[in-house]
């Protein structure tokens, strides 16, 4: 390998170490971040001026690994430390668990009540907790878990394609759930906590959209071939989309009269 | 943590304890740390870069290292570097565990463990 390849394969694993590097805390990269890659960068030059070509590979992996289980350590840390990033991690995993449960142990029948009573609980345990959150940070957490939703209603769309009805079903009686939570965060925010309509309103909009898109989406095999699996789920995620975009238009118009209003004041 | 007590710090870790040995002797960048435990274990302890700072940030909220803002000649350095020096505290940590180790190494030469008569007199 010559000097010139050399250089070329140092950059290219000081970029690799970079892009694990963003999964320490923000605090600790703005800490140590620069001096983290200076040091792996000198450590990388020497290995090459003593022609080292498999100590460079060797040392690459094993900082790789190391950054990569440092950076868990680190995380964990900054959780224990920081309780609202604890509580937003144990809301979700309340979450999580509630849909795996549900997962996992949902009879196969056309009816939503059809979900076990403990997941029901879990998942709602998961959404008081993230409610409490500032207002800040529900929106963000309202898409989480409808991107969540939505991943599920993606896997019961594939499903349904491939035949797994019984699969389809459950996914999207999950995806259902998830997605009323999302929801059900979004409206808290907006109606008691919320304090920045902008960030709302674009959520709204986004999440009609994609609720709109789902309908469709799902509609789509009941259409190409017989039922696959009972209508009620895609109108359903229909009916959600359409409020949500009512919803969108409502806090736009009072966004429109609150500014007018402002401006009038202000002028006045 | 506290400072009070150099004993609540004992026994130290291997690597925070040759970070210490290394740093004992003057103020060192990361990479400094690095390459001196490297050189002063012949090799036998490499630290990784995710170790060294993760190590390095805890030392630093333990008081036993401090950043430093003395630097070498500026045309020599490069600016991105941190510097780090030991404390007081530092070397009274070090210096236990030193007595603590030398206390062990003391017991051990005490006994007649079989097997180890050449080792235990080269100790």
């Known amino acids: 390998m010559n000097k010139h390849d050399h250089s070329h394969s140092i950059s290219l694993v000081v970029r690799l170490i970079r892009s694990i590097l963003a999964l320490y805390p923000a605090e600790f990269r703005a800490a140590y971040e620069q001096d983290m890659l200076l040091t792996f960068q000198t450590r990388c030059f020497e290995l090459r001026s003593n022609g080292d070509s498999t100590g460079l590979i060797c040392f690459f992996l094993t900082t790789g690994f190391d950054v990569l289980g440092q950076a868990a350590r680190e995380q964990m840390e900054s959780v224990v430390r920081s309780p609202v990033r604890g509580r937003l991690i144990g809301s979700l995993a309340w979450m999580l668990g509630g849909l795996l449960w549900a997962l996992l142990h949902t009879p196969i029948a056309n009816t939503w009540l059809a979900i076990p009573v403990p997941a029901l609980i879990l998942l709602i345990i998961g959404l008081v907790g993230i409610s409490t959150f500032k207002p800040s940070r529900l929106t963000s957490a309202a898409l989480l878990i409808t991107g969540l939703g939505l991943t599920n209603y993606l896997l019961g769309y594939l499903a349904a394609q491939m035949n797994h009805i019984d699969a389809a079903r459950v996914l999207t009686i999950t995806g259902i759930i998830l997605e009323v939570g999302g929801i059900f965060v979004l409206a808290y925010s907006l109606f008691f906590k919320a304090t920045q309509p902008q960030a709302w309103q674009s959520s709204l909009l986004l999440h009609s959209i994609v609720s709109l898109i789902d309908a469709v989406w799902q509609l789509m095999p009941l259409a190409a071939r017989d039922v696959l699996y009972s209508p009620i789920y895609p109108v359903g995620v229909a009916i959600l989309g359409v409020m949500v975009g009512i919803g969108w238009m409502v806090t736009g118009a009072l966004r429109w009269r609150s500014a007018t209003r402002r401006t009038v004041v202000i002028v006045g | ?123």
């Open chain 2, 1 to 123: 943590m506290t400072d009070d007590s150099p004993d609540q710090l004992l026994p130290l870790s291997p690597i925070v304890f040759h970070m210490l040995i290394a740093l004992a002797d003057g103020e060192k960048h990361g990479y400094g740390i690095m390459k001196t435990v490297e050189e002063d274990t012949y090799g036998e302890m490499r630290i990784p870069l995710g170790t060294l700072y993760g190590s390095i940030k805890r030392m630093l909220a333990a008081n036993l290292i401090e950043e430093t803002e003395a630097r070498p000649d500026p045309a020599l350095d490069d600016e991105r570097r941190r510097y780090y020096r030991i404390t007081p505290f530092g070397q009274q940590v070090l210096r236990a565990e030193i007595m603590r180790l030398d206390k062990q190494l003391a017991l051990v030469r005490s006994k007649h463990i079989p097997g180890w008569a050449d080792q235990g007199r080269a100790l």
